[in-house]
Every structure is written in structure tokens, then in C-alpha cells.
């Protein structure tokens, strides 16, 4: 992270309490100092020294308190002597050098989450469960109106349950944790921790249901899973625990559950396009990609261009009648005769905030979607010396009101210990979609300056026609993050028919759309054949929207007689 400060500001600096990042350098006008700690001030002080004893200072905290620990040493601030001059912060990774650094430091700086002492295990802050809790506002209320009602199983789950379906559990075993003590006694029998629930419902599925009255049986729950076995997490893309909702449904028929899993699955692309603006291909995944002891598994697929790597947002899966054999899910049909069920199941997870960040946001920070940021409209107060002060607080509050009561979700930053510049690097690395500045100019002549987070546009709005114009505003933006994102996605489809062909792209981080003959042996192979330090390719989803498939097309891996067009590419 960077800070930038006025000329003639004091040479000390505050740290920022809680971002464990490293702060890399105090830019004075246009040269750059080095830091080290300093007891003079606060927890640390500028020097244009060479080799300051201290150069890789973690940043710590941005108030007069304290105190702070740097080599064996304590420190305290005296006074915040430095905040009146504090113009800017900046994030140090860059999104297009290193995604890794950048997107670890974009989730901390922006406010998304903290790193907790367990690995792979996280703190959600507000700034991203209310993301969360606005994609779940609206898709609780689409599966209501399907009559799917909201239920809660226990996390518990005992071995002998989850091992009663041998294809499901050799599918999620390394990944199940357990509990094995209480106390310091050991326990008789070992406790798993669901890492889904099927083995959990499924049970007392087979108990409600008796006759074709009982069905359909449609549940939900919102809930919490841990998936432990894993290296190399990453905040809300894969870490051990995280929060999802998950579907799970019996009917009489099959064409029934095969019409629920759509329905489904276009309700994940509209969380992921209409209201995150990410672009995704709507597809069915592969034999050997589908979900462990289901039938078939559909997908809504998006793909990170920077990294060149595809990743699974959510699925909706055909269980067909494997689970309603294994726990005796039976009833009685109309003509009076015994038949096994249907059945679903379909989840997303918090990690489709992770795809969020990692499609819009930019070496400034987090970038929001208007639709699902909690705060749409920050409104800044500029004030200039011997300027209408009261004034200008007063017409940000007004702004604020007006807002709010036309339904945006507005507020004012209204601390007088930060500059108006901090505050604007502040609410852009957060990811405020516009930022509303009033300053003496903008009271004279009864406007407000409007600047746009995703392209920096900035515009003047008369205050008559405040609400209005800032609804089109926001939609503008929202439509704008889905098309740039649309194109980017675009740009890196590469179609290809040959295995050179495939291999070149794959090496330029491309999404591949390749003619396959859609075996398992094969894509076993290309696996084999692409494993390296970058991750092995494999099939992505096959798009329900297929490119023609000339008569006489051969698979680009096997040369056998393609039957699909297929993605392809390294995933998450």
C-alpha cells in the first residue's frame, strides 16, 4: 500500500489498524522516502535515508491510538499530527502483474474480510455480508414463489449415514473434518462435519414421504460447510468453511426434476449478470466433472481473463434415483404401485463474491455493482477556507435524505480528521459505485459534482434533478461493469479443432471452445498431457447454446467423430 501527502506535510506517518499489509512507500510531491519507526510522533516517520532500519513497516493504524510493536520496540502517537495532510492511499499490487497479491490485498484494504488464526477460514465483514444478504433477499424470494420452503439440518453427521452412499462420499472424503474428542476423552464413534447434505436429508426424506400427496417434497437451507482437505486457500473462492444455500428436492417424475433444475440454474445466471455483472455460459458439465453419485450436473461457468482460468459459480444437479435407492426414498403412485423418487439438489456459495471482486475490481480497489453494494452513493463535503462550512455539511445531509427516501442507498462521510482527498481514495478502494462531492461551487450553484467508480466520469447534477438523474446513473454503471466484463470474457474465447491449436491457446490463458467425442478416457488424457505449474486443462462445461457441429468434425484431442462443442481450460 501507498500514501501520498501534501507538501508541507509533518515527515510522520499513522498506521491503519487491522490491514496486514505491506506499506510500501510515502510519496512527498513527486520524490519517494522510505520509512522507520520514530518516537517522536507516531509509529513511524519518513526519512530518505537509503537503508532505513525498518523499510518494510506493516501498516497498522490510522488514529491517535496505539501503542504499536516494531522490532522489540513500543510505540505511541502523540498526537494526529499527520491527518489533516493525508491526500491518498493506494494499494500496491497490480491486478494485470500479480492477481494473487493484488486480489489477497483488494479483499483486506476494501474491507471484505479478515484473516482469521485458522487457515483457509475467514471473517466476513459487513461491507461483504451485505452482499451476500441482498443475493439472498432475492433468491429466497424466487424459490418462495416455486414453493420451495426454507428448512435447517443439523452440521453433524454420522459416519454411518455418510458412508451409506459409497459413490457420494468417495467423491467428498478428503475433504470431510471430524470431530474425534470431547474434552480429553476420545469420542466412541467419530463426528463428520457436513461438507454437504444429502447424507444429512436424505434420511428423513425416506420418513416424510409415503405416497404421491407427499411429493413434491422442495427444501432449502441456508447454512454454513467445511471442506477441509485442500492447499492454497483463497479468500471466498475455496476456503474451508463458507456459507451457501443449498436445494434439495424430490418429485414423482423425472421430466419434473428436469425442469426444476433449469429453473434453477437461471436463477443463479441472473445472480451472477443481473445483479453481480459477471457474464457466465449456462452449460452441463462433464461424466467426470458432474457431482459425485448424482445423474447429470449443470453449471453457470465464469472465467477470470487476467489469470486465464475458468471457475464453477454455481451448479444445479439431477440426482436421478441413486440417493432415493441408497436411503429407501419410496412411495406409492397413483396407481397405487411402489416407485423410488427424483431428486435435486443445487447450491451457490459466498463465492460469487469472490468472482465479483476478482472480474470488476482494478489497481484501485474493490469495484461494486450498484445492485448489490450496501452503500450505492457516497456523499463528500469539500469545504475550502473561509467557505459556507455549515453550508456544505447541511446540503450533504440534504443529498443523503433525498436519496434515501428515493429508495438509493446513500450516506455521508462526515469525519473532519480526514482530507476530502483520503476520503475519495477511501470510498473508491471499497468500491463505492459514485461518489457525490459538494463543495462551495457546488452550493452556489445549487448542483453537485457526481464521479462514477468504474470509469472515473464525472458529471455535475442540478439538485432539482438529484434522484432521477442518479438512478440513471447507477443503472448506467450496472450496465456498464456486465458489458465491459461481456467483452473482456469475449475477447479470450479462442475456438480451436486441432491439439496444436489447443495447446497454443492454453498457453495464452485462453477459454477454449473445442469439438470433443465427450469420453471420459479422453479427457483423462488431456490432463495427463497439459499437467505442468500452471494446473492441468479440462472440461469446463459443454454450453447449452452450441455452435453448429459440421457433419464429419473430429475431436481436437482423439481425432474420433466429435458429438459436442466443449469448454475448456485451467479453473480455479
Not at 459466498?350 to 484501485?364: A, C, L, Q
Not at 480526514?418 to 448542483?447: F, T
Request: net charge neutral.
Amino acid at each position: 500500500m501507498s500514501i501520498f501527502l501534501q507538501s508541507g506535510a509533518v515527515n510522520s506517518l499513522i498506521f491503519n489498524r487491522g490491514v496486514n499489509v505491506k506499506l510500501d512507500k510515502v510519496v512527498f510531491l513527486s520524490f519517494s522516502l522510505k520509512l522507520f519507526p520514530s518516537v517522536d510522533c507516531c509509529a513511524a516517520a519518513a526519512s530518505s535515508s537509503s537503508n532505513p532500519p525498518h523499510s518494510d513497516v506493516v501498516f497498522h493504524s490510522l488514529c491517535s491510538l496505539g501503542p504499536w510493536q516494531f522490532g522489540g520496540n513500543t510505540f505511541s502517537c502523540r498526537s494526529r499530527c499527520l491527518l489533516p495532510w493525508l491526500v491518498k492511499i493506494q494499494i500496491r499490487g497490480k491486478k494485470d502483474e500479480n492477481f494473487g497479491e493484488w486480489y489477497s490485498e483488494v479483499v483486506v484494504t476494501g474491507e471484505m474480510i479478515e484473516y482469521y488464526d485458522i487457515s483457509g477460514c475467514y471473517i466476513l465483514r459487513p461491507w461483504a455480508m451485505s452482499i451476500w444478504e441482498i443475493l439472498q433477499t432475492f433468491f429466497d424470494a424466487e424459490i418462495k414463489k416455486m414453493k420451495i420452503k426454507n428448512s435447517y439440518f443439523p452440521l453433524f453427521v454420522s459416519p454411518a449415514v455418510l458412508q451409506k452412499e459409497k459413490d457420494h462420499i468417495e467423491g467428498f472424503a478428503p475433504e470431510v473434518a471430524w470431530v474425534t474428542k470431547s474434552g480429553e476423552s476420545d469420542l466412541e464413534v467419530p463426528i463428520a462435519i457436513r461438507p454437504t447434505s444429502e447424507t444429512v436429508m436424505y434420511p428423513y426424506f425416506s420418513k416424510w414421504i409415503r405416497g404421491h400427496r407427499d411429493l413434491p417434497l422442495r427444501l432449502n437451507q441456508w447454512c454454513n460447510v467445511v471442506r477441509w482437505e485442500f492447499s492454497n486457500p483463497t479468500p471466498f473462492i475455496r476456503s474451508r468453511e463458507f456459507l451457501w444455500q443449498e436445494g434439495h428436492t424430490a418429485f414423482a417424475t423425472k421430466e419434473e426434476a428436469d425442469a426444476e433444475v433449469l429453473e434453477i440454474l437461471e436463477l443463479y445466471r441472473r445472480i451472477y449478470e443481473e445483479f453481480l455483472a459477471v457474464p457466465v455460459s449456462k452449460g452441463k458439465k462433464s461424466e467426470l466433472e458432474k457431482f459425485a453419485g448424482g445423474l447429470y450436473t449443470t453449471t453457470v461457468e465464469a472465467f477470470i481473463p487476467n489469470t486465464g482460468r475458468g471457475i464453477q459459480g454455481a451448479t444445479s444437479h439431477c440426482l436421478g434415483q441413486n440417493f432415493a435407492k441408497m436411503f429407501e426414498i419410496n412411495f406409492e403412485n397413483e396407481k397405487g404401485e411402489k416407485a423410488m423418487v427424483w431428486q435435486n439438489s443445487w447450491a451457490y456459495t459466498t463465492r460469487t463474491i469472490g468472482v465479483m471482486i476478482m472480474t470488476h475490481g482494478d489497481d484501485k480497489g474493490l469495484v461494486l455493482p450498484p445492485k448489490v453494494a450496501t452503500t450505492q452513493v457516497i456523499v463528500i463535503p469539500v469545504p475550502y477556507k473561509d467557505a459556507n462550512t455549515q453550508g456544505i455539511y447541511d446540503a450533504c445531509a440534504a443529498t443523503v435524505k433525498t436519496l434515501n427516501e428515493s429508495g438509493i442507498r446513500a450516506e455521508a462521510d462526515f469525519r473532519d480528521n480526514y482530507s476530502p482527498g483520503w476520503k475519495y481514495s477511501h470510498w473508491e478502494m471499497k468500491g463505492v459505485p459514485l461518489r457525490i462531492e459538494i463543495g462551495p461551487k457546488d452550493l452556489a450553484n445549487n448542483q453537485v459534482r457526481a464521479v462514477r467508480r468504474d470509469n472515473g466520469a464525472k458529471t455535475d447534477i442540478p439538485v432539482a434533478n438529484l434522484a432521477e438523474q442518479v438512478k440513471d446513473v447507477l443503472d448506467s454503471i450496472q450496465q456498464n461493469l456486465f458489458e465491459t466484463a461481456k467483452q473482456k470474457r469475449e475477447a479470450c474465447v479462442q475456438v480451436v479443432k486441432t491439439w496444436d491449436e489447443f495447446t497454443e491457446a492454453l498457453s495464452q490463458k485462453k477459454l477454449i471452445l473445442a469439438p470433443w467425442c465427450d469420453e471420459e478416457d479422453v479427457e483423462k488424457d488431456v490432463k495427463t498431457r497439459t499437467k505442468g505449474e500452471m494446473g492441468a486443462a479440462k472440461t469446463l462445461c459443454s454450453p447449452f447454446d452450441q455452435p453448429e457441429l459440421p457433419e464429419g468434425t473430429l475431436c481436437f484431442a482423439s481425432g474420433k467423430p466429435a458429438k459436442k462443442w466443449t469448454y475448456w481450460g485451467r479453473s480455479y
